[in-house]
């Protein structure tokens, strides 16, 4: 189970970091390769997003990356199976980051039976909010796979509260307006707004987006449960290779 | 949020919200009689509504069969229906407090309209575009930044419709508080789908009227080319309770067999998926990542279609067929020289199919097409469609002098 | 056939059964009510008359003076005022029995608005066009061509409207018996200047029944620009009988003192004269030979006037005004940008000078500028005029293509 | 008097011929060289265009020696001086031909006095009927001037009549419709017109346009009074010069 693998590594460490990557891009090879890294860097958990032409929540960074992998011919077989492969490859939980429309049309039961099958852990649907999940959250259930929701901002009270009722493993907290790679001021805030997605859920919260540097996860340190490096990991691969992410996710935990 | 099967509303968690402002202000709206009526008056003070209904004598005298009535939307300001679904969310953007709309657009004339509302309600105003498009459809462009519009050239994907309704919703992701995303037809998530058509149903509850009034009976047959569907839903709208035939054409583009169409509910290259927010049937391959599609007319190619025609479709409701672009191309020839009328290439496809059935009906009956649009905005395209070797050499001479 | 000093009938002898035959025909519908009536019906069911009045709120608040109102005749059928009088004039040729129509063109609308007709009513169609224009106005000409017409570019002459007038006459000369020349203005031999105005009165009935019903009293000022004179005696005619002040605002070009206008009414330069057919104030020189004629607005600069306009500028009624190119041009733009409608060129004058006066009036006063045609026709003219530089790229990549 | 010179004439040829010239075309010296040649070739008597910048009757060729000329810069009064000195110079009469603006802005009276003096014999203005002619008409009768008429074929008889109760001179029957220089079949039908002219009136008829050699000439014997050579003469002119021109008017009298 997913939350209870969070709330041991807690146990660890004050706050665990998730990476993401975009799978097959720029190649498959590469994403294997990215993957060994992140993980061998001590990532915690991992985000594989089978890449999607319409990513709608994605900001320039991540939607260029669907692109690519995209046009360089990756299918949702091929990312099923380098899920499949690294989910049993690596010591860590991997979960699918996609839209919906990927799932739907493969069939969300066959998914969910893909992916328990093949190991990972859950899933992240960033435009299947709760009121259009029920086949979704049935066919997740029963593989008990997590089938992770995202809370933002904007999300009132009550809604986080029915959200934190069918969500499952963690919760993925928006930290601010916009798409994916924006900048965020780690400010008072936050604070607030993490208090009460705190209130309204008693799973871990993951928060996105933005972490540039060592001190950002120290200023979300007892604040969130899993920090979300996304973008500026991809940014960083695009500008010093794998290499450099490897580093980066090290000197982060330093 | 649903329409049979589809509809729906897949949102960002971020954009929920907002989501249910707009549901709740447009819930408002539609029980505020009030509404109407304001509504009503800027679109008969601000365009020319209720547009005519013509009757096309020799169209009707060259097919020899039922009477051609044909509904005047390219009267309206800016030269389409989009003036009914931009000026009524110019309405509910007042209400919401808002002061900053974003638009998508394709062909451009969406663009155009929502620009033209944003200076008249004195709104900021982007609008997305595909880069593309704005390459193709510069003229719009033009018009766009001089109404005080900003026009974002869309580099991402394939640089054409789809992508600035992904990047306008980016857009909104980040300044929802401050901002409308005048969605352009009746697609989208709920309440998108059916407000749209809301706004439109003005075209068919005027045309009901007209018919009732001169005719004192209805059409057979009514005829609206399909895009996202607004202007199909708007004229439809008005018969969906009487024993009236309504086709929806789709853009076969060079035939459904092609595979080079924008055919979602007439051809079998489409199915059901879920994207930019709402469920319908979309030209996407196995995987569901969405395909390529062509129309000779810019405003058809979309990958989706409006969910209330995909569940009108499965019902049986509506008929939907296809019409080929040198089909199309021959409808606008026809058109212009027999009636002096100028559809735009879209409207031109509900031209082209009422021509194919108009024959083979009774004299005692009647049809009505829908011209969504006037086609002089497309001189480029039709220029270029008609290979015209004059207009060719006019634009090299103007290039001549930019030149120099 | 005479308006005070002005007008007449300067015909060639051959002509003159043929404009007995005009004036028989335009008396008999003129004095029966079926025809109006017939007149009206065409123009709400083939055009979309009545056309509104828009308020324009912004530019009220802008300039902090009178309320303005604008008449809309851009979302006339093809786009401006030339449609009422073409339509009119087709009525009259199918009383005629007649089975052809010519017309003159300068900028190109009223040839496309008599292509048009000619397609409707079914009739054969020839448009002269000064070979000048038919270079600067390809698109009209597209469109003319389009819809069935032959344009006949005319090299004689200084090559702009005022020689097509004359080739169309030379055509009616030899013609007569087959063919109508449907005069684009209200200008040439009685009974043109009366019967033109007669058509456009349309405009001036409306909008004078409009401001009663929706105002309960009528404008203080009534703006229109003046060209040939048509669309100024459409609106004013509402309001002869009335305490309202007439404005016909003319081309004052490069400004009045600069030799390069078309203002013959407000300046100096223009003197009695007689040509073309009638008789009227004139830019020419003290031979009598015409002069060139400059304005921003094709539609603008012709050499003659409404001979009824020089007659209402004698007697005092209408006070005529100058507004030049880079004031219409800034007309154009701010009221594209506060009120999202784009008038023409040409319509343009009247909201520049109307600018002028607004901010002197009290705010319960009232004003109503005719907007004649609406501006997108003119993309070609106004980016140049606003000197777009990615219009240009856009026209030297097209024609890029069309080279390969 | 232009009638009786006509009348004392047509005592000596079964038919007259009368030429015309545009003033200043192709430049004022040609055009009196033309003269002399005309008059040395035998015309009866001719015909002076001033040019003008909307010669709405005129065809083509017409049209285009108008705006030649003013495209030299040729002007009224340098028209006026050149009528003058032909008219004092050749044994035949002359008259003017041009639009009524040009008249009407020397000033109608002011035209008339000047062609007095100049010995003009009277004038031709085919855009001013009858109806427009009240100024023009006194003025010339004031200056015993001959304001030549225009008959055409769709001219009704009671308007023949009226015509014939205010012209002077002789009638200009044009033979067909259109503008000056197009092709006209001389045939049955013209007979019937111009016996229907010679009915409205007792002045000589001229016949325009297009008479091409001899044989057409010789057509005309007997139905009409004066041949008209316009159009024909100009682009003889323009092909073969001056000399061509005097070659073709004696051979139409040959």
């Known amino acids: 189970m997913l939350e209870s693998y969070i709330r041991s590594r807690l146990a660890e460490k004050k706050i665990l970091l998730m990476t993401h990557i975009v799978i097959g891009y720029p190649s498959l090879d590469a994403s294997l390769e990215i993957v060994r890294t992140m993980v061998e860097a001590g990532v915690d958990l991992m985000e594989l997003q089978i890449p999607f032409s ?104 009550d809604r986080l509260n029915a959200i934190a009722d069918v969500a499952d493993g963690f919760i993925y907290c928006v930290a601010r307006k916009g798409v994916t790679g924006g900048q965020t001021e780690f400010s008072l805030q936050l604070d607030g707004y993490l208090a009460r997605c705190r209130a309204a859920t008693s799973l871990p919260l993951a928060l996105g987006f933005g972490v540039k540097d060592r001190s950002d996860i120290k200023f979300l340190e007892g604040k969130a449960d899993i920090a979300v490096i996304g973008t500026q990991a991809l940014r960083l691969m695009e500008d010093g290779g794998v290499d450099a992410v490897g580093n980066f996710i090290r000197e982060l935990q330093r | 949020g649903y329409y049979g099967d589809f509809g729906g509303a897949f949102l960002p968690e971020i954009l929920v919200a907002t989501f249910d402002e707009l549901e709740r202000v447009y819930t408002e709206a539609r029980n505020d009689p009030i509404f109407w009526h304001d509504y009503e008056q800027l679109m008969s003070s601000y365009s020319c509504r209720p547009t005519p209904i013509t009757f096309a004598g020799n169209l009707t005298r060259h097919f020899g069969g039922a009477r051609i009535f044909i509904k005047r939307e390219d009267l309206n300001h800016t030269g389409a229906h989009k003036a009914n679904n931009v000026m009524g969310q110019g309405l509910l953007v007042k209400r919401m407090g ?20 944003a200076a008249r309600f004195g709104f900021d105003c ?78 068919g509850k005027e045309a009901r009227r007209q018919f009732m009034e001169k005719e004192d009976r209805l059409p057979a047959k009514v005829f609206a080319c399909v895009g996202g569907g607004s202007n199909a839903m708007g004229v439809f709208s008005g018969f969906f309770e009487d024993d009236v035939e309504l086709i929806g054409v789709e853009a076969a583009g060079r035939g459904l067999d092609s595979g080079a169409h924008a055919a979602r509910l007439c051809s079998q290259d489409a199915s059901v998926g879920v994207a930019q927010g709402y469920k319908t049937y979309f030209l996407q391959n196995d995987d569901g990542q969405m395909r390529e599609t062509h129309s000779i007319a810019a405003g058809l190619d979309y990958v989706g279609v409006s969910p209330i025609l995909s569940d009108l479709k499965e019902k049986g409701r509506v008929r939907f067929e296809g019409a080929t672009d040198s089909q199309v191309i021959e409808a606008v020839r026809l058109t212009m020289r027999k009636e002096g009328v100028i559809p735009a290439l879209e409207s031109a496809h509900a031209f082209a199919r009422a021509f194919k059935e108009a024959p083979q009906m009774s004299a005692d009956e009647m049809i009505l097409i829908n011209q969504s649009g006037r086609g002089d905005k497309d001189i480029f395209t039709i220029a270029d469609a008609f290979d015209d070797p004059k207009w060719k050499q006019f634009i090299i001479e103007k290039a001549n002098r930019y030149h120099a």
């Open chain 1, 54 to 157: 319409e990513p709608i929540a994605d900001g320039p960074v991540i939607l260029k990356a669907n692109q690519r992998a995209l046009a360089n011919g990756v299918t949702v077989k091929q990312c099923l199976d380098f899920g499949s492969r690294v989910a049993g490859r690596f010591p860590i939980p991997f979960l699918y980051m996609t839209y919906f429309n990927i799932l739907f049309k493969f069939g969300v039961d066959r998914f969910a039976e893909h992916m328990q099958k093949a190991g990972l852990h859950g899933a992240i649907v960033p435009d299947l909010p709760p009121e259009e999940a029920g086949d979704y959250l049935k066919a997740m259930g029963e593989k008990h796979l997590a089938p992770v929701f995202i809370y933002s901002p904007t999300t009132p009270t």
């Open chain 2, 98 to 117: 808002k002061t900053r709309v974003i638009a998508e657009t394709g062909a451009g004339q969406h663009g155009v309209a929502t620009a033209t509302m």
């Open chain 2, 126 to 203: 982007t609008i997305y575009m595909g880069e593309v498009d704005v390459e193709r459809q510069r003229p719009n462009v033009f018009w766009m930044e001089q109404l005080g519009a900003t026009v974002v050239p869309v580099t991402d994907g394939t640089r054409i419709l789809k992508d600035a309704i992904n990047e306008a919703f980016r857009d909104w992701v980040t300044n929802m508080d401050t901002t409308h995303y005048v969605l352009g037809t009746a697609c989208g998530p709920h309440p998108f789908p059916e407000m749209v058509s809301w706004f439109q149903s003005i075209v």
